[in-house]
């Protein structure tokens, strides 16, 4: 490279008051190891993106900016948009600033913050994106940890390949992010997207720490929102699966139609069949409200990209 890259490091938060004090203090310390060793430009920043807290998360924002000038940069939500559009409004703001390499973490820091370098050095070497991942599900709890691991085997058997236990702390350079700013989309899966772009990409194993303050804002909830959302934006499949389960339906409802034809009018054979009619109404059924649902879903996504809204507002900025 003929020039240090700029550097935006890209911290997505909610209500995170408590967290970002000790973050810019760590984040800091690792740009000026970084700038101090030549390995980036004077000119990288961090940049927040406060998703719409409640507590005083953008107060103490405002008082990092305060002390460390123009290195700390950030915006604030009007409202809660959720964490795929922080980060994506943290990589089009951070584009403005003439950011060479972008790098998006935590505002807990439970991804290990020291592996920057690594990320750096992977980048220097021709990869545009670097792909955090986590050598472990440690430190989640038992649900947490095997839903995680099922929706990322799931997603591989639907065609979209993404490695096992990514995460959203990687690295992309600007070239990726101008591409990204391409897409209109409206619901937007990042793990997906940058595995679809095709860039050379490398990756960087990390511990995940315990959370020192405070608890994680991804609930259950929010994850399984997340996990349909990544589904339903990169594959047809369960549609296809709707139209075999049709069809197979369809075909077993005619051979019981013949069977009981035969039954009645060639065996003379009197079937009570109650309990068996109420078993197959009530798995028909749930089955016809199971496709409901997976079509409903995708009409949902469509909902959504139709009426083009914004896909984030910002109520407040730091330059």
Not at 28 to 38: G, M
Not at 161 to 177: A, G, M, P, Q, T
Not at 183 to 189: A, K
Request: glycine share 6%; proline share 3%.
């Amino acid at each position: 490279m003929t020039k240090l890259p700029v550097l935006s490091v890209i911290v997505p938060c909610l209500n995170e008051e408590a967290n970002i004090p000790i973050a810019t203090q760590r984040l800091i310390e690792i740009l000026d190891e970084l700038i101090k060793n030549s390995e980036i430009s004077e000119e990288s920043f961090l940049f927040y993106v406060d998703d719409g807290s409640t507590d005083k998360t953008w107060e103490e924002i405002e008082k990092s900016s305060s002390e460390y000038k123009n290195r700390v940069k950030g915006l604030k939500f009007s409202r809660n948009f959720g964490n795929q559009k922080a980060i994506l409004a943290g990589l089009l703001e951070s584009l403005k600033h003439n950011t060479d390499c972008f790098i998006t973490i935590d505002a807990d820091l439970q991804q290990d913050e020291t592996k920057i370098r690594e990320f750096i050095t992977k980048y220097k070497n021709g990869a545009k994106i670097v792909c955090g991942i986590r050598t472990d599900r440690d430190t989640d709890g038992f649900f947490k940890k095997y839903s995680a691991l099922a929706f990322y085997k799931l997603m591989n058997m639907l065609g979209v390949n993404i490695k096992i236990n990514h995460s959203d702390y990687r690295l992309v350079s600007r070239e990726v992010v101008e591409t990204l700013n391409t897409f209109p989309e409206t619901n937007l899966f990042l793990r997906g997207i940058f595995n679809e772009l095709g860039y050379k990409k490398d990756y960087v194993y990390f511990d995940v720490k315990p959370r020192e303050i405070g608890k994680t804002k991804f609930t259950s909830f929010s994850l399984f929102a997340l996990a349909i959302s990544g589904i339903t934006s990169f594959s047809l499949v369960p549609l296809r699966l709707v139209t075999l389960i049709g069809f197979l339906m369809s075909f077993g409802s005619f051979i019981l139609g013949v069977s009981a034809f035969i039954d009645k009018y060639i065996r003379h054979t009197a079937v009570p069949g109650y309990a068996t009619t109420v078993v197959s109404v009530a798995f028909i059924g749930g089955i016809q409200i199971l496709c409901l649902g997976i079509i409903a879903e995708y009409l949902g996504q469509l909902f959504q990209e139709v009426k083009a809204r914004p896909r984030y507002i910002v109520e407040k900025d730091i330059d």
